[in-house]
């Protein structure tokens, strides 16, 4: 059998799942969440062993520090994972919800009911755990999922997923609500791209070159998710050492996921204080920093940083840095270089904050708070399908609404239009 006739078959399979799922009640569906986050804990010997494969054959390929951390599986991750199936289990179910109904003059009564998208295409780099969140979220919705997962996790996605599938054969589910695809040709993804008699909508989650690959190409409809260029702004109105703590963990925590900041820049009146202490810091942890001028005449240790490291979503232990005049430059900074994913000012003047929150343009924008709580989990959605950066149907961490649409339904008692 060809690529294309398995991925057909297998899209033929989630097509067929995506109708009896829709109609799964909610208890059915929140029985599936929590048998597959005990499995998670009950095999986690099983997911840890088979992400070691994963993570040898990274270290041979030389993977970056970064992508390693982003690649493995440890007891706490996989807990985390768990932990994220139970919280989405315990979130309000959206299907068969009714935001709004009217009654219209002749009688009808007009509403909106919330529905699945259908079937969903999930292509993906590097993170196993995107497998278990992708898959919880979309069960819940009532969506069934075709995984394509990075070869650099072939073998963590691949246990995952027979244990998701275990759960949901023991709670009465199709099995096929969730499947990955099993080849790690890339003629896969290309013929994904074509299904859409099939699929419903695509969702790329990984760098810069297969999101922007997915949307030129893609016949199915595509939710874009971001390129994470984000920024922290240290304003002149900074408390630094809160600022200091901010900056530091919104680089060094997981320099790999798009939430982390990938630029500083620093008002000019507090650079000369705040620079040094904060390059010492990152120093202590390997973090190379790329500056302009006038942060290396602070720091003339750093290296020169160039037009495209401001352009640069690292994903590694790399950060740029530039010194700026005032607010207004930094504010114009950020429009030039960011992704509308993430931005973040630290300031204790009420006014400039206020000022940031409504003129910057992105997908989350925070104040005092480091920008890697960009995150399903974080804003208390249980997990993400990703962070949307668009403007339509979507933005920001996608959680159970986001995978869902409306349909109308009309009810009269004989109307016929004149």
């Known amino acids: ?85 139970r919280e989405v289990a315990a979130q309000d179910d959206p299907i068969g919800e009714v935001p709004e109904m009217w009654r219209r003059p002749n009688g009808l009564q007009i509403g909106k009911i919330r529905v699945p998208l259908g079937v969903i295409g999930i292509i993906y780099e590097a993170r196993p755990n995107v497998t278990v969140d992708v898959a919880g979220l979309c069960l819940k919705s009532g969506n069934t999922v075709i995984l394509r997962g990075g070869s650099n996790a072939f073998n963590s996605n691949q246990i995952l997923t027979n244990i998701i599938q275990d759960g949901l054969r023991e709670a009465g589910l199709p099995r096929e609500s969730v499947q990955l695809i099993l080849t790690t040709d890339r003629k896969a993804v290309d013929i994904l791209f074509t299904l859409n008699d099939y699929l419903d909508v695509l969702i790329p989650r990984g760098g810069a070159g297969l999101i922007q690959k997915v949307v030129n190409e ?148 925070y104040v005092n708070a480091s920008t890697r709580f960009t995150d399903g989990g974080q804003f208390g959605l249980g997990a993400e399908t990703g962070i949307s950066t668009q403007k339509l149907h979507a933005r920001g961490p996608m959680g159970l609404k986001e995978l869902t649409t409306t349909k109308y339904i009309i009810m009269g008692d004989g109307q016929i239009r004149e």
Request: net charge negative; with cysteine.
């Open 1 to 85: 059998m060809s690529i294309r006739e398995e991925l057909i078959s297998q899209a033929e399979a989630a097509k067929e799942a995506a109708r009896k799922l829709a109609k799964a009640g909610t208890d059915k569906k929140n029985k599936a969440l929590n048998l597959i986050a005990d499995n998670l804990i009950e095999r986690q010997d099983e997911i840890l062993a088979n992400n070691e494969k994963d993570m040898e054959k990274g270290r041979e390929n030389d993977l970056s520090r970064a992508l390693l951390d982003r690649l493995q599986l440890t007891e706490s991750r996989i807990k985390g994972m768990a932990q994220g199936l």
């Open 218 to 365: 893609s016949k199915v409809p595509v939710i874009e998710t971001g390129v994470g260029n984000c920024h922290v702004y240290v304003n002149k109105d900074a408390d630094l050492t809160k600022a200091k703590k901010i900056v530091f963990n919104a680089k060094y925590s997981r320099p790999a996921v798009c939430n982390s900041a990938e630029s500083l820049l620093v008002d000019q009146e507090i650079a000369g204080e705040f620079l040094p202490e904060m390059a010492r810091i990152f120093a202590e942890s390997n973090v190379e920093l790329r500056g302009c001028e006038r942060t290396r005449n602070i720091v003339p240790k750093i290296k020169k940083a160039t037009e495209e490291d401001y352009a640069t979503e690292y994903l590694d232990y790399i950060m740029s840095i530039k010194v700026v005049d005032n607010y207004e430059e930094a504010v114009e900074h950020i429009y030039h270089y960011g992704t509308k994913h993430s931005e973040a000012i630290i300031t204790e003047n009420y006014t400039t904050a206020r000022a940031f929150l409504d003129e910057i343009d992105a997908a989350a924008v």
